[in-house]
């Protein structure tokens, strides 16, 4: 018994987070009263309150389980790569494919901020340590750490917004994220040769994935 209310909870959860999900395609998380929430997903109000307790609580969930989710995915793509160049840049790769796969996810996200762009968010912490890496190896100027994760997460954010609200499709993504890649790694001291051939490496290997 106590394993079929465990997996109904389960069940429920996911069907609030997905309701969320979907209702943010129309409007903000705030603008978005509980009761429409609780419709969508079939629900009881009261099930809303017991798994989040309030709206931020929600607000926390989504944008936590889709930044661990987008992770885990650039871990797993990183997990044979020790250049700190080719994981930063294959983190942007990463990054774009979930944004294509994920569409209604990565917009949600994008609405959301709940201190994502800190050095001590725990979800930064790999592209923390991939930065300081590149300070170490001299691609980065020392005592840029701050500035150097500000700005690759405001270069992975952009490409994830065009992808989401431009609807655009691989091919299309590939090739912003080739300029993207090779504009970016110069604007960070990389030379132009290193920074053209990471970029267009990365933007190969996306369109060699199976979408989906």
């Known amino acids: 018994m106590q394993e079929y209310k465990s997996d109904r909870a389960i069940r429920t959860r996911d069907a609030l987070v997905s309701a969320a999900f979907d209702l943010m395609l129309e409007r903000p998380l ?11 997903a ?15 609580g929600l607000k926390q969930a ?13 871990t797993k793509a990183n997990s044979q790569l020790t250049h700190p160049l080719e994981r930063i840049a294959g983190g942007m790769r990463e990054v774009t ?3 294509l796969i994920h569409r209604k996810r990565t917009f949600a996200m994008l609405r959301m901020t709940v201190g994502a762009t800190s050095p001590d968010y725990s979800l930064n912490a790999g592209l923390r340590k991939d930065i300081e890496a590149c300070v170490e ?7 840029t750490e701050q500035s150097g994760l500000l700005y690759w997460l405001g270069l992975c954010t952009a490409i994830m917004t065009y992808v989401v609200e431009s609807g655009c499709e691989r091919d299309e993504a590939a090739g912003l994220l080739h300029q993207l890649l090779q504009m970016g790694l110069m604007g960070i001291g ?8 990471i970029a267009r490496r990365c933007a190969e290997s996306m369109l060699a994935q199976e979408p989906g």
Do not use: C, W
């Open 62 to 74: 989504l944008a936590m389980q889709v930044r661990s989710e987008i992770e885990e995915q650039v």
């Open 97 to 99: 494919q979930y944004a």
């Open 137 to 143: 190896a001299g691609f980065i100027a020392k005592g």
């Open 190 to 197: 990389v030379g132009a040769d290193t920074a053209s051939d």
């Open 30 to 40: 705030e603008d978005i009263p509980i009761d429409d929430l609780v419709a969508a």
């Open 42 to 56: 079939g629900v009881g109000k009261g099930s809303f309150f017991n798994h989040f307790g309030d709206k931020n």
